[in-house]
């Protein structure tokens, strides 16, 4: 079975900042995507970004980029210029690879706050 | 990209009855798709992975004479949460990957609440 730690509940930074937000993992498995995924007050979950494990390059998404070490078994996300609409949960996600059979196995989140 | 409904958005129901949520996938085909539960101000729990054509699969702890789901085509799955308790409320996800895509989709959610 796989873990996912995020020990950050919150964050607040200024708006226009760069934040990162962390999240470690523990699997077994070779083969494995990782996911950060937001979930604002409408509780609609949006993928933000996502890694494929067998990838060493570092996924980025315009703002959003991340700090993936496969050995230490860290994916933190980092969000620059920070906005408004950044303010959300924030929740790093584990999912084994080899065609769809599994579910997505969650930390508990960050709540990050983007104040004007 | 993909899109993955939810039927009803928020249903109250009295504490006894049963209620029943449908997952759909409106525009690919889905041979598996997830149920998660999602307490207030907490993470995402997976109870179950519904099947297309064979019987659900259930995360250690969830019932599955209470939590009945059925995966009846390759675009629904219902979950019924049966003889619902004010401790059934919460708030449930589905989601459903496409094929060959290391991606899960997710549908805006169900909020029941039981009095």
């Known amino acids: 079975a796989q873990t996912v730690t995020q020990s950050q509940p919150e964050m607040s930074v200024q708006e226009a900042e760069t934040v990162t937000l962390s999240c470690t993992y523990d699997?077994?498995?070779?083969?494995?995507?990782l996911f950060w995924y937001k979930q604002p007050p409408s509780r609609q979950m949006i993928l933000v970004i996502r890694?494929?494990?067998?990838?060493?390059q570092n996924a980025t998404e315009n703002r959003f980029s991340v700090n993936f070490q496969k050995a230490a078994k860290s994916f933190s996300l980092k969000i620059s210029d920070s906005q408004l609409g950044d303010t959300a949960m924030y929740f790093c996600?584990?999912?084994?690879?080899?065609?769809?059979?599994?579910?997505?196995?969650f930390g508990k989140g960050t709540h990050l706050i983007i104040q004007p | 990209g993909a899109v993955v409904s939810q039927h009803p958005s928020w249903v109250i129901c009295k504490s006894g009855t049963s209620v029943k949520i449908e997952c759909r996938s409106l525009?690919?085909?889905?041979?598996?798709m997830f149920w998660y539960r999602q307490f207030p101000k907490q993470s995402l729990m997976l109870m179950a992975t519904?099947?297309?054509?064979?019987?659900?699969?259930?995360e250690q702890g969830v019932e599955k004479d209470k939590f009945l789901i059925n995966h009846a085509s390759l675009t629904l799955s219902t979950l019924t949460v049966t003889s619902a308790h004010p401790e059934d409320s919460s708030f449930y996800i589905c989601?459903?990957?496409?094929?060959?895509?290391?991606?899960?989709?997710f549908g805006p959610g169900t909020r029941l609440t039981v009095t």
């Open positions: 989601s459903a990957p496409r094929r060959g895509e290391g991606e899960q989709y």
């Open positions: 699997t077994s498995e070779s083969n494995y995507y």
């Open positions: 890694q494929e494990a067998y990838k060493q």
């Open positions: 996600a584990f999912l084994k690879g080899g065609g769809g059979a599994d579910g997505l196995t």
């Open positions: 525009d690919f085909q889905a041979t598996t």
């Open positions: 519904s099947n297309e054509g064979s019987k659900a699969t259930y």
